[in-house]
């Protein structure tokens, strides 16, 4: 930012006595500035910071701090754009929204159900725990959400290993009956 006294006339800026008070104003005026340029951040909830807690507070989200400030941000505007009905769009969004990736979502409105899928991702992709419970509060409660990844066969052994550390309490594989796996092409091992 340029000195304020270039701001001025050029009569002004040649007198020492409006120099020096410019000069002893100066520190204080920016300071206001970026307390000011800091005030009007937080109005934006992509780009605030301590004020975040505000947006969480009024939007009813329990206020978690030691949190990175990406994911309470993002929880803010999962729970913005919530405030309408739930459609499949809300619901992509809000998916790329918390991990960052491209997601897909099958809708099956027979069933109640849809899924999201992470193609592009191998393995689990992170922010899926904040996901799910944004989901959660924005969702409708007759509606069951399900979650399909992609993994190479050294992957899938590993990813085991990892749901059962997470401490998971099921892990769920799809087709449930066996029948149904052998109609889509599945083989015996």
């Known amino acids: 930012m340029r000195p304020f006294i270039s701001r001025y006339p050029k009569f002004l800026a040649g007198s020492p006595e409006f120099c020096d008070i410019q000069q002893a104003l100066e520190p204080e005026l920016l300071e206001l500035w970026a307390a000011w340029e800091s005030a009007l951040a937080q109005l934006c909830a992509e780009t605030a910071t301590w004020g975040l807690r505000f947006w969480e507070s009024t939007l009813g989200i329990p206020v978690d701090e030691g949190k990175d400030l990406a994911v309470r941000r993002s929880r803010v505007r999962v729970k913005l754009l919530g405030v309408d009905v739930t459609t499949v769009a809300l619901v992509r969004s809000s998916a790329e929204i918390y991990t960052g990736l491209h997601a897909e979502v099958i809708e099956y409105p027979q069933e109640f159900r849809f899924e999201i899928g992470f193609g592009d991702f191998q393995g689990i992709p992170p922010g899926l ?61």
Do not use: N
């Not at 190479?152 to 449930?176: D, K, N, Y």
């Open 129 to 189: 725990r904040d996901l799910t419970a944004a989901l959660r509060e924005i969702l409708p409660a007759h509606l069951v959400m399900g979650y399909w990844f992609t993994y190479t066969v050294e992957e899938a052994l590993s990813a085991g290993c990892m749901a059962f550390s997470e401490s998971r309490p099921q892990l769920e594989v799809w087709p449930h009956v066996w029948g149904e796996a052998k109609e889509a092409g599945a083989s015996a091992y």
